[in-house]
C-alpha cells in the first residue's frame, strides 16, 4: 500500500441496504476525514478522525457513521441506503488536525438506487 | 455562516497566465489551501498560505490577505494539463476545512 486507499471504487446500491466503505492509510497520519462530493458543492466533511479511538461528526453526518479502531483504518457506514446518498466520497488523511495538508483517496463512486 | 466563494469556470489560452479568485467568510482562519482537482480524480495539494503576502511555487503562487478574506491562485505558461478544478479552502476556528465548490479551468490551444 502507497499512501491512501479506498475500497470499493464504485457500487451501485439498492436504498435502505446498509453498506461500508473502506479507507486505509499506510502513513501514520494521526487524522483521517470523510467527505462527500456533489457537483457544483463543495467537498463536505462527514466525520473525521483527530486521533485513533475519537471520532467527530462534520457538517453531514445524519444517515453516517464511523469508527477508528486504529491509525490505519477508517470506514464509513451507510446503516439504510437513501438516494440522496448518491456522490462520491472521498477519504482523506493529514499528520494531524489542523492546517496540514489533507492527502485524498482515489475516491468510491457511490450510486443509491 | 461560513462561506467560500470562487467563479465557477475560467477558460484561458495555452502558454497565457491566470488567476483565480477566493474570498472567504469563515468563523476564524488558521489558514487557506489550494488544490488541483483533474476529472475523476482526487484532489492533490498546491498550496498553503497562512501569513498575508505571496508564495511562490515554480509556475504557481498563491496569494493572501486576511484582513479582505481574500486569496488568489496564479498560474504561469498554461499547459494543457493545467485543465482541471481549483479548490478553495480554509481551515476555521475548529481546524475544520470548509472548502469552495471549485474552479473549472478550461485551457485551449
Known amino acids: 500500500i502507497a499512501g491512501i486507499t479506498q475500497a470499493p471504487t464504485s457500487q451501485i446500491l439498492a436504498a435502505g441496504r446498509r453498506m461500508t466503505l473502506r479507507c486505509t492509510q499506510d502513513?501514520?497520519?494521526?487524522?483521517m476525514y470523510w467527505y462527500r462530493q456533489d457537483l457544483g458543492l463543495g467537498l463536505r466533511l462527514i466525520h473525521y478522525s483527530n486521533t485513533a479511538g475519537t471520532t467527530g461528526k462534520g457538517e453531514v453526518p445524519d444517515g453516517y457513521s464511523v469508527s477508528r479502531a486504529n491509525t490505519d483504518d477508517f470506514p464509513l457506514t451507510l446503516a439504510s441506503a437513501v438516494p440522496s446518498q448518491t456522490s462520491v466520497y472521498f477519504c482523506?488523511?493529514?499528520?494531524?488536525?489542523?492546517?496540514?495538508?489533507?492527502?485524498f483517496g482515489p475516491g468510491t463512486r457511490l450510486t443509491v438506487l | 455562516g461560513q462561506n467560500i466563494d470562487q467563479p465557477t469556470e475560467m477558460t484561458a489560452t495555452e502558454g497565457a497566465i491566470v488567476q483565480i479568485n477566493c474570498t472567504y467568510q469563515?468563523?476564524?482562519?488558521?489558514?487557506l489551501f489550494w488544490y488541483q482537482q483533474h476529472a475523476g480524480e482526487a484532489p492533490t495539494f498546491l498550496s498553503y498560505n497562512v501569513l498575508d503576502g505571496l508564495e511562490e511555487k515554480g509556475r504557481f503562487s498563491s496569494f493572501l490577505s486576511r484582513s479582505k478574506g481574500y486569496s488568489y491562485l496564479l498560474l504561469k505558461e498554461l499547459q494543457m494539463k493545467d485543465s482541471a478544478s481549483y479548490l478553495c479552502?480554509?481551515?476555521?476556528?475548529?481546524?475544520?476545512?470548509?472548502w469552495g465548490a471549485g474552479t473549472k479551468l478550461i485551457i485551449k490551444p
Open positions: 469563515t468563523s476564524g482562519f488558521n489558514g
Open positions: 479552502a480554509v481551515t476555521d476556528s475548529n481546524y475544520q476545512l470548509i
Open positions: 482523506a488523511s493529514s499528520d494531524s488536525a489542523g492546517g496540514h495538508e489533507q492527502f
Open positions: 502513513m501514520r497520519h494521526n487524522a
